[in-house]
Nanobody, 121 residues
Framework: VQLVESGGGLVQAGGSLTLSCTAS????????MGWYRQAPGKQRELVAG???????NYADSVKGRFTISRDNAKNTVYLQMNSLKPEDTAVYYC????????????????WGQGTLVTVSS
């Protein structure tokens, strides 16, 4: 199973970006997907998560600005980021938690390679 992210880049403060992450492989279903980020010198932190049923949770720092969504049929999760701030600059990682394969084996956690988001002031 692989997670491939796209959509990162350079944007000015106040701008918007949308990140996408698609899981590929012999997947039956994915229980939860989410986005984490890691800024230079800081620990990786949860940005937003979404369950297969559509329940979401957000870090306080992004509430009201970021929106997570997913397309279960495409095994894809999105992160719409609005009103970006310089402090949002980080490498953003996609995460899949509880990946059930077609063999019914379960992978506890899969990570993407990360995509860099840079917000200039």
């Amino acid at each position: 199973v692989q997670l491939v992210e796209s959509g990162g880049g350079l944007v000015q403060a106040g701008g918007s970006l949308t990140l996408s992450c698609t899981a590929s492989g012999s997947i039956f279903m994915i229980n939860a997907m989410g986005w984490y980020r890691q800024a230079p010198g800081k620990q990786r932190e949860l940005v937003a998560g979404i369950t297969s049923g559509g329940s979401t949770n957000y870090a306080d720092s992004v509430k009201g600005r970021f929106t997570i969504s997913r397309d279960n049929a495409k095994n894809t999760v999105y992160l719409q980021m609005n009103s970006l701030k310089p402090e949002d600059t980080a490498v953003y990682y996609c995460n899949a938690n509880g990946v059930v394969l077609t063999t019914r084996a379960t992978l506890l956690e899969v990570w993407g390679q990360g995509t860099l988001v840079t917000v200039s002031s």
